[in-house]
């Protein structure tokens, strides 16, 4: 317990005036203590003596013996009077010290009193609290555990698909109450690391992204979607070799999925392993069939590799599954502008456009479409 200021002032005060008091005792006694004048070995002088030998009084032995009693009497009285004097001193020091005893002995119990009236209430204080954090932490808890079972039934993604906007929705919920759960220095599961993680790719904040994809894998090393979600941030930061290495991960851990080849097969496109990617692209389109997106990668390799009708039949084929795809209708625009079909050029490219705006001035970059910057018609689409 903390001695408040207050009381320690009051103790200084106390054993000053004790000092005090006890030191004007020790003055008085020194005042009324007898002067006595005291000769060691001092001889008579002749003149003092001489009158003595003249005078030879001899005093009278009861004259004598009245003096001795005299003389005994005042020395008792005199040690009589410094006994008094030190029991008098002693007296006032201990009255002095039981009055300091019973004020301290006072003032500690008012104190203590104070102190555990006001203990005891922050103590009820701080269990109802405690109490209350505890509810909220518990319906935090129940919060995350629902939205993790809401994404569990939103379908995987591949490297290059955006999220919907539901799941970005609850991606964001999800972190905004695990921030929440990381004050009360609660435990976080791999899995909350993992949707944290695809959260920040949508904020594109891919280095704590990754960050909490890696404290995913360290608390799970076999979790399939943090491998998933570590491959797709290394994509997006473009650093394809390491990426790749995330790709053989996902295969290793479920070869079943489609995505998994497709993205080994996007992956080695971007690192210009073009022959390479036909190989899991083919496993990707073996598995699932109507996966559009893998049918536009197969048709990228082919682009790269200037096998020019294998990937419009690749292109083709993904706009038969899913018409909005706006890169497949781009693609088929610059396959068309290689080959000089200004007309196909044309109608594709405003398809991609529709689809897309970014793909105007995108259309302006390409190195296939250098021949038509100045044409009119083109302009009238990419301006």
Known sequence: MKIPEGFLFALIIIFITAFVIVGFSQEDKKKSAPQEKTTVDQKPSEKDLKPQEEKKIIPS???????????????????????????????????????LITVIIIIAVAVGIFESRKWRAIIRRAERSAKLIEDIRKKVQQDISNINKEIRKIPTLDF???????????????????????QFGLPIKSEDYINR??????????????????QAIELEPNRFRAWLGKGRVLHKQEKYDEALIACEKTIELKPEE????????????????????????????????TYALAWVNKGNAFIKLKRYEESLEAYKKALEIDSDIDVAW??????????????????????????????????????????????????????
């Open 160 to 182: 290059i698909e955006k999220h919907s906007p539901e799941l970005i929705k609850k991606l964001d919920e999800h972190s905004r109450r695990l921030d929440f759960v990381e």
């Open 258 to 289: 489609a995505f998994t080849w497709n993205n080994k097969g996007l992956t080695l496109n971007n690192l210009k392993r073009f022959e390479e990617a036909l190989s899991p692209i083919e496993k990707a389109l073996e598995i699932m069939p």
């Open 61 to 99: 032995e009861e004259a004598q013996e009245k003096y001795d009693e005299a003389e005994l009497l005042r020395e008792s009285q005199r040690n009589l009077d410094r006994s008094l004097s030190t029991l008098n001193t002693v007296a006032t020091l201990m009255g002095v010290l039981v009055g």
């Open 330 to 383: 781009f693609n088929i625009a610059c396959i068309y502008a290689i080959k000089k079909d200004k007309k196909n050029m044309l109608i594709n490219l405003a398809k991609a456009v529709k689809l897309n705006a970014e793909d105007k001035e995108r259309a302006k970059k390409d190195e296939d479409f250098k021949e038509y910057l100045e044409d009119a018609d083109f302009k009238k689409i990419t301006c």
């Open 197 to 214: 993680g695809f959260d920040l790719i949508n904020k594109n904040k891919y280095e704590p992204a990754l960050e909490a994809f890696e």
